[in-house]
């Protein structure tokens, strides 16, 4: 089992910026993939960002269009966390926001809520207009 635990998050005015972060504990060996979700109240679950966490994906890069240019995602395995740096914050953003972890997304796959076996409480990011 893996456990993942986020913080970061919070009140921002629109321009603002939040960082987020999300710790993997347990059998951490085993995560390929980390991602972010968000949902909005009312709205499905939806992709922000995902990273590969190991193997030969490592270090590679997805988003979701509606952030691309404004959040990156990074990561530090001997820390086991992974970021979210969210800039140039709209009202849009406001959700609630998920880390994951998949064993074995890879590409598209990890674009989807069902790529991934593990998820965090949520921490809410609310952006004000």
């Known amino acids: 089992q893996v456990q993942l635990v986020e913080s970061g998050g919070g009140l921002v005015q629109a321009g603002g910026s939040l960082r987020l972060s999300c710790v993997a504990s347990?059998?951490?060996?085993?995560?390929?993939?980390m991602g972010w979700f968000r949902q909005a109240p009312g709205k499905e679950r939806e992709f922000v960002a995902a990273?590969?966490?190991?193997?030969?994906?490592?270090?590679?890069?997805y988003y979701a269009d509606s952030v691309k240019g404004r959040f990156t995602i990074s990561g530090d395995n001997a820390k086991n966390t992974v970021y979210l740096q969210m800039n140039s914050l709209k009202p849009e953003d406001t959700a609630v926001y998920y880390c994951?972890?998949?064993?074995?997304?890879?590409?598209?796959?990890?674009?989807?809520?069902?790529?991934?076996?593990?998820w965090g409480q949520g921490t809410q990011v609310t952006v004000s207009s």
């Open positions: 994951a972890a998949s064993n074995y997304c890879t590409g598209y796959a990890c674009t989807k809520t069902g790529g991934y076996d593990y």
């Open positions: 990273i590969g966490w190991s193997g030969g994906t490592t270090g590679t890069t």
């Open positions: 347990g059998r951490t060996v085993k995560i390929y993939t």
